[in-house]
């Protein structure tokens, strides 16, 4: 008798389909549509969701219409010569098809990366041809850039509410395995944009590391009797709020304008469709925002922050879009002084590119082994809840 089961080399066919039939289905209820209305049909509902997408897929208002035309002026300015991006081949398009995961969903062509895993030689060179062409002709085909979003509730959230569900992309393969290989030919030029502090997707970085380096700087201010004020910074919507302009003009800034023209591309007219079981609602543009659930969307989202202040009287640490300040003093009152002092360097950064901290959820800490009133030194920071 064979026991199937997830622990067995088996593809736990039997496994999988029982487990699907025990897991309770998941019912979206009717959905407040804003006007005193409800969506009931998925049809509707699918709509509803898109039209709080295109909210969502919004920039944050613009604080400085001049710097917004300049930047504007600069991504529109002639661009300079460099040599065209090495072209791909078959060995690397397999190899980076080994790399893709199996059983994740398809976008809206369905294929997945098991049919991938299967093609022909004569279908791989298919994939080599076009992939030489985008390279080439430095542009991002528009069938890859539809995204299929379904939208999954939060837990603890009123499920009548559009805003209560975290929409999840589901992008072609195809596109995403293109996107591998402008990884590749991006890579060499990261090093030199994406600063020391930015642990996020990044090679033998991770959040182990990064937490170790945090832990490391509050013991070291412990040993040394010194006090540690630290604020964690919680950045609105910090994905898909990235302002599309001030993107490319940082791409075009830092790396070849070969690499500047073919992101343009791939940033320029995405599109959504909200999926709801078997109905569909129109498409949308998206106009700001990294690809959710895309290779690239977490590099370029590094490269829009890198620039993020820094100072030499305080200790910064991120993590994609977590944010951790440290300063530390053996006087209470400087130590939340310099941090003050960083605070205003990042919230005018902040405001310049039309990012936004979420107050509510950023908190301000003091570390420290003293025993004394730290009111004064905590009231300069109203802005952030103190613990």
Known sequence: MVVVDPTRDTNYSLWKATKNLKRPKIHISPINDGK???????????????????????????NNPEQTMEIKKYIESANQMCLPLKSTSPKEIMKEIRNLKEGKA????????????????KGVMKLVNIFN????????????????????PKPGKPPHEATSYRPISLLPVIGKLFERILLN???????????????????????????HRIIDTISRCLENKLYCSAVFLDISQAFDKVWHDGLLFKIKKHLPHCLFRILK???????????????????????????QGSILGPVLYQIFTADIPTTDYTTTA??????????????????????????????????????????????HVTFTLRRRNMSTSKAKLQSYPSR
């Open 265 to 291: 591309s791939y940033l320029d007219k995405r599109c959504y469709q909200v999926k709801y079981s078997d109905d569909l609602s129109e498409v949308h543009e998206i106009q700001s925002g990294v690809p």
């Open 106 to 121: 398809p976008g809206y062509d369905l294929i997945d990366a098991t049919l991938l895993k299967n093609l022909p030689h």
């Open 36 to 62: 005193g209305g409800w969506a009931r049909s998925n049809k509707e509902k699918a709509t509803i969701f898109a039209e709080h997408l295109k909210t969502v897929f919004q920039p944050f208002p613009e």
């Open 185 to 211: 030919r991006m890579k060499e030029h990261l090093s030199a944009v994406l600063p020391n502090h930015q642990f996020g997707f990044r090679e033998k970085h991770g959040t182990i590391e990064q937490v």
């Open 318 to 363: 991120t993590y994609a879009d977590d944010t951790a300040l440290l300063s530390a003093h053996s006087n209470p009152e400087t130590a939340s002084s310099q941090l003050q002092n960083h605070l205003t360097e990042v919230e005018t950064w902040l405001k310049r590119w039309r990012i936004k901290a979420n107050e509510s959820k950023s908190v």
């Open 133 to 152: 062409a985008s390279l080439s002709l430095e542009h991002f085909p528009g069938q890859w850039k539809i995204a299929h979003v379904v939208m999954v």
